[in-house]
């Protein structure tokens, strides 16, 4: 009896340590069957995180609020509302005058705080556009033709409670300014920019959010590490050659893709511990340009890379969920790239990790492979 019972509690022990054991060496072969097989299917979203650049449109002709009548006329009417644009008197703060086709800036009320002239012709702002309604906090100026030459070089900086600014999609050649400390949001996207100057965002203490993709930047002599409360900034589409200076406190989202360049320095994005997304796709990165620790950040929980010349994996971090690296000239599947030491107790977080498009071959995964990347739902080679 004793016998028997003594070879059940052996065997009992040789399957919870065979299991055990199979829950991180399990053929290598059958693993990546499954991650190729998840490959296939849409679980991940590769999207850009980039808020809308249109501002919310409240006003619909015609909806009116009973609750809450129109005020009393105290002003002549014109001065109420101008004729060229909708006042409803639901909405007493807000003044609607897009898709017009003015070439003008009409008159603004006192009372405004919002104002929407997109989607016009407007070519110039006048020094005192604004003068008569200081307690602006939202204007949209996007889908103009305003171009810097014809715009007043203060007619934001009077006005102290301004949040938000839209001039996507004009002329522009210069940043405006200057800019109130109230500010929040800057859209400057789809202009001719081509330098942001060291003053150009002095002073912006309260601004989350800069919107500088789609122009001709290739010169950034303003450093953003004094822009305490920046939390994204796009300057995708432009012509960098290198990453700007002095990243922010307080950086979230840095999109750099679709421009030139070609180095990262050492523990460039340490010095932005709450940075969460990295897009550096379509530029001329190389494992020569790219320090050691370039990317080992562990705040990071994606990183595109992807359409760059990378021959290696670039070590990154072991919190680093997803890495898009398709289409570039990889050879090798480095498992040192992602662990720098491979155990039971040490691995990484990936879940998402794409190697499409480059040089290396799918039986090229290396044997201690499902236990670095045990996490991982998608590896697409």
Known sequence: MFNTMHWVAILILAGICGV???????????????????????????????????????????????AEPAPEPVQPVSRQCPQECDCPPNLPSAMYCDGRNLRYLPFVPSRMKYVYFQNNQITSIQEAAFDNA?????????????????????????????????????NLTKMPGPLPRSLRELHLAYNQISKIPANALEGLENLTALYLSHNYIYEIAASFKGLKSLILVDL??????KVPDGLPIALEQLYLDYNYINTIPDEYFKVSPKLLYVRLAHNTLTNEGLASNAFNSSSILELDLSYNRFQKIPRVSTQLENLYLQGNQINEF?????????????????????????????????PDAPLCLRRANVIEI
């Open 20 to 66: 055990s054991q199979a829950q991180y060496y399990y053929e290598d072969e059958l693993w990546m069957q499954y991650l190729l097989r998840q490959a296939r299917v849409p679980s991940y979203n590769y999207v850009p995180y980039y808020e809308d650049e249109s501002p919310p449109y409240y006003y619909a002709p015609g909806e009116m609020s009973v």
């Open 134 to 170: 200081t307690n602006l906090e939202w204007i949209a100026l996007h889908g103009n033709q305003i171009s810097s030459e014809k715009m007043g070089k203060k007619i934001f900086a009077k006005l102290k409670n301004l949040e938000r600014l839209y001039l996507n999609n004009n």
């Open 236 to 241: 995708s589409y432009n012509h960098l050659r």
């Open 334 to 366: 480095s498992i040192s790239s992602f662990c720098t030491v491979v155990d039971v107790m040490n691995f990484s977080r990936l879940q998402v990790l794409r190697l499409d498009g480059n040089e290396i071959q799918r039986n090229a995964m290396p």
